[in-house]
């Protein structure tokens, strides 16, 4: 792409096209949808975090009057060592099944273990507490550390992470990537910082719970309706879980209420279609709150050491890196993450980073924007931060020093293309925030944040209608105005207004395959194939004219919504109410595999004052630079900047999960598992950088996943700035900053 590419409609704000249905709302989401003749579901759920099921007992359940189903981990299908692949990571279906519904063993507290489907949701509920389970209680591990002690109970007795040990362990996978030789690189080294920090597992905190509605027709063809962020996942999952044919399931998304990660896998979907088998009835689900955080997945928790020499002239030599995560029940292998990408933002001939990641009898952790990124880059950052102090230099100026550019090359062995994080720094040295002075009694935090930014599979298609109209299809559940920024896409190709354009997320068998919503990837992927839709849409057209005036089709050409050639033009109003007469609909549809990365990077400044008597930490000041590639429609851009801005400071202030030594979750709720509110924020000031991506038309980089990464350094570091505060076990609540203010430095 041409940097200096102009444009007519990308980079405008036009109104959200689900907009007007949301604020009235008349927009549908999970639990909205509502079937004749429907029953409902209800899941019993394990009292223990970890027992041997030794019988289930449906009698009394089934006997009650309006019971019409009943299903146990028996009725789904048998796990095995297929991997499955979601577009946004991987699970083995050994994994997937019992996470679903438990098959003989409970591995985390209020793991599903029985369904019932009765004409009620109370008569359900009631039917479930009368399912009489006969459980042996083994002892629970919560803690990470000491699910690796030898006397930890073992969760799996049939899994050996390396392949070689004769014993089982609580290790779910370890990944060690290495350039150079770090060991002599640190010997060079006149400056070297290392420290350990941890950070809890914690909830994406989405408002709308998991909810579907499932109906099985005579033909035994499912159709089920979901809230979900890839419905082609639910598809796949579903039918693995199940056992049912891929070509036997349709999905259809609802309206989302949140995701950030977390609706990209299934929970009550192959039970509902279990059960609505069963009955002969459309089965509706819900979860309550409490399920949401008790039994879906949350982001890993994480012990991460970072180890980092300088020279004196403020060059970085080497580092180390080992980040412990906690995979929860089964295995979600974040271990990759930090061993591919802790470094991710810094030149290092010399490095060595490792993950490995743990079970423990908590349910299964799951994606959480940039998924384990955040946790890595609080260690790394930090203490970037203490050898720009070691040093006397600014930290913004050692991260310029040190900040990877076009050519060099990552963990992985892959060299940069254009990436954007020299100009993300730059600006922020440039900005007033950092310009300014800092208030008394406060601090100031700066850190750099990366995300990888895939592209992955994605289909389009663009149905033409007489009176000039566009239909554009997409199989990519909108979570954060992808519908607007593919209309944007479709009408910077084809000329026409945005308001001609429908933009529409369908089915299954509606259009073709599109991967998850997720990893910042649909404006970058999805987006292209809508672009490609539209380029062919447009070559179709110039095509049709060519014969109708009997001229080269090279030399038509289209340009402002319309096909000329010398004196002559049509335009695409004018060619669609004729398209009968030249060849008859018009409809293209495009699908692509995007493989290449874009990387994203951000640089986040955070001002903050800590109230020294109770420890409560107040943030004064925020802001959010980011490259962003091209923004299509900038206000979306900045929506996600602060959005993952916002949920980063949570996580850093106050998020996390609170077991007891029982292995229940004892802040199953907002009213304890507190999230951010507005009153807790300053308003978050943002600034997009556009370097624009080489490898798509438009530029476009992703958005979504970069800016929950700095904020949870960025805040730390600014409460140490405030009064030499170092907390090295988050959140920084303030119980424990008031502790560490009482310690001393």
């Not at 009765?118 to 629970?140: D, G, M, N, Q, S």
């Not at 039970?271 to 709150?289: E, F, N, T």
């Amino acid at each position: 792409m041409n940097a200096k590419q102009e444009f007519k409609i990308v980079g405008t704000r036009p109104i959200r096209p689900d907009g007007l249905d949301k604020v009235t709302g008349r927009a549908r989401y999970g639990a909205d949808l509502n079937m004749q003749g429907q029953i409902y579901g209800h899941i019993l759920r394990s009292p223990h975090a970890h027992a041997n099921i030794k019988s289930i007992d449906c009698s009394k359940a089934l006997a009650m009057e309006g019971v019409l189903a009943v299903m146990t981990g028996e009725d789904l299908a048998e796990p095995g060592n297929t991997v499955l692949g979601s577009g946004e990571g991987a699970i083995a279906l050994k994994d997937l099944i019992p996470m679903v519904m438990s098959q003989g063993k409970v591995l985390f507290h209020a793991q599903a273990v029985a369904a019932v489907a009765a004409t009620t949701a109370a008569l359900a509920a009631e039917a479930a507490a009368a399912i009489e389970v006969v459980y042996e209680v083994l002892p629970a591990v919560t803690d990470m550390h000491e699910a690796l002690a030898d006397s930890a109970p073992i969760l799996h007795s049939d899994r050996f992470p390396d392949g070689k040990s004769k014993e089982p362990t609580n290790l779910a996978a370890e990944i060690t990537m290495q350039v150079g030789e770090p060991d002599a690189a640190f010997e060079r080294a006149d400056v070297i910082v290392e420290r350990t920090y941890s950070v809890p597992m914690c909830h994406q905190g989405y408002i709308e719970p998991h909810a579907c509605v499932v109906r099985v027709d005579a033909a035994k063809r499912v159709d089920l309706w979901c809230c979900t962020q890839g419905h082609f996942t639910v598809r796949q999952y579903t039918a693995a879980v199940t056992g049912i044919s891929l070509g036997n399931i349709r999905v259809t998304p609802s309206e989302i209420g949140g995701g950030f990660g977390g609706k990209t896998t299934v929970y009550l979907e192959p039970i509902a279609v279990i059960l609505a088998q069963k009955s002969g009835r459309p089965v509706k689900m819900v979860m309550d709150r409490g399920d949401v955080f008790r039994t879906t997945g949350p982001a890993p928790g994480a012990t991460t050491r970072v180890k980092l020499g300088a020279t004196k002239e403020g060059r970085l030599v080497a580092a180390d890196v080992e980040c412990l995560m906690d995979s929860g029940a089964y295995n979600g292998n974040p271990a990759g993450i930090p061993a591919f990408m802790a470094t991710a933002c810094y030149k290092l001939t010399d490095a060595r980073s490792s993950g490995r990641s743990v079970y423990t009898n908590k349910p299964k952790i799951h994606a959480y924007r940039a998924p384990s990124m955040p946790q890595v880059t609080l260690a790394f950052e930090l203490v970037m931060n203490e050898v720009a102090a070691e040093l006397k230099v600014d930290p913004l100026e050692f991260r310029l020093n040190n900040a990877v550019e076009e050519g060099d090359v990552n963990m992985m062995g892959a060299p940069y293309k254009r990436i954007g994080l020299r100009e993300c720094l730059e600006a922020a040295r440039s900005h007033p925030h950092y310009q300014s002075s800092v208030a008394d009694g406060a601090g100031r935090g700066i850190a750099a944040g990366y995300w990888i930014n895939a592209g992955m599979q994605s289909s389009a298609t663009l149905n033409v209608s007489p009176d000039g109209s566009v239909s554009l299809l997409t199989g990519s559940p909108d979570i954060g105005g992808s519908r607007a920024s593919m209309a944007i896409m479709g009408a910077e190709v084809l000329g026409i207004p945005i308001e001609s354009i429908y933009p529409q997320v369908v089915a299954t068998d509606a259009v073709g395959h599109c991967d998850v919503t997720g990893g910042s990837r649909t404006t970058l992927a999805t987006g292209q194939a809508v672009i490609q839709a539209a380029d062919e849409l447009v070559a179709e057209l110039c095509r049709r004219v060519a014969l109708e005036w009997d001229v080269p089709e090279d030399e038509v050409m289209w340009s402002d919504g319309a096909a000329h050639h010398g004196e002559k033009s049509l335009s695409f109003k004018d060619l669609a109410s004729r398209a009968s007469a030249m060849g008859g609909p018009l409809t293209v549809s495009s699908s692509l595999n995007s493989t290449s990365a874009s990387p994203g990077f951000g640089v986040h400044i955070c001002d903050a004052e800590v109230d020294k008597e109770t420890g409560r930490t107040t943030i004064t000041r925020y802001t959010v630079i980011q490259d962003a590639g091209k923004a299509i429609h900038p206000t979306y851009v900045e929506g996600q900047m602060q959005g993952g801005a916002a949920q980063g400071i949570g996580w850093a202030l106050n998020e996390e999960y609170v077991y007891n030594d029982q292995g229940v979750l004892e802040n199953a709720g907002f009213l304890d598992y507190r999230i951010p509110v507005a009153s807790d924020l300053p308003f978050i000031d943002t600034v997009i950088v556009e370097v624009p991506n080489p490898l798509h038309p438009y530029g476009v980089k992703g958005v979504g996943e970069v800016p929950i990464v700095p904020p949870m350094p960025a805040v730390a570091q600014a409460v140490f700035d405030s009064g030499n505060i170092r907390v090295m076990d988050l959140p920084l609540n303030p119980a424990k900053v008031a502790a560490a203010i009482i310690e001393g430095p």
